[in-house]
Nanobody, 113 residues
């Protein structure tokens, strides 16, 4: 069955960096679009970044120039490199695939001094 397992979240100070990873299994990773969403307390889940099978990427405006999404098809893993983190980036980050819209369990990112 499809599994998406996120890791790499944690507590970081404003201006710091984190790299999230999402290890996928149970499907042919390389042919699907992958993405990262986030949900802050009291807010709707929002798209952060996606990467297609052809490595085309798209970002929400608020993270452009700070976050980078990438994928390693050999490892069936998608990454989100987050730099210059802000307090408003605090949220649970979810991995997603357009393979029937499966989600990971989420990983908490907290940006606080």
């Amino acid at each position: 069955q499809v599994q998406l397992v996120e890791s790499g979240g944690g507590l970081v100070q404003p201006g710091g960096s984190l790299r999230l990873s999402c290890a996928a299994s149970g499907f042919i990773f390389r042919i699907y679009t992958m993405g990262w969403y986030r949900q802050a307390p009291g807010k709707q889940r929002e798209l952060v970044a996606i990467i297609t099978r052809d490595d085309n990427t798209r970002y929400v405006d608020s993270v452009k120039g700070r976050f980078t999404i990438s994928r390693d098809n050999a490892k069936s893993t998608v990454y989100l490199q987050m730099n210059s983190l802000k307090t408003e980036d605090t949220a649970v980050y979810y991995c997603w695939t357009n393979n029937n819209g499966h989600w990971g369990q989420g990983t908490q990112v907290t940006v606080s001094s």
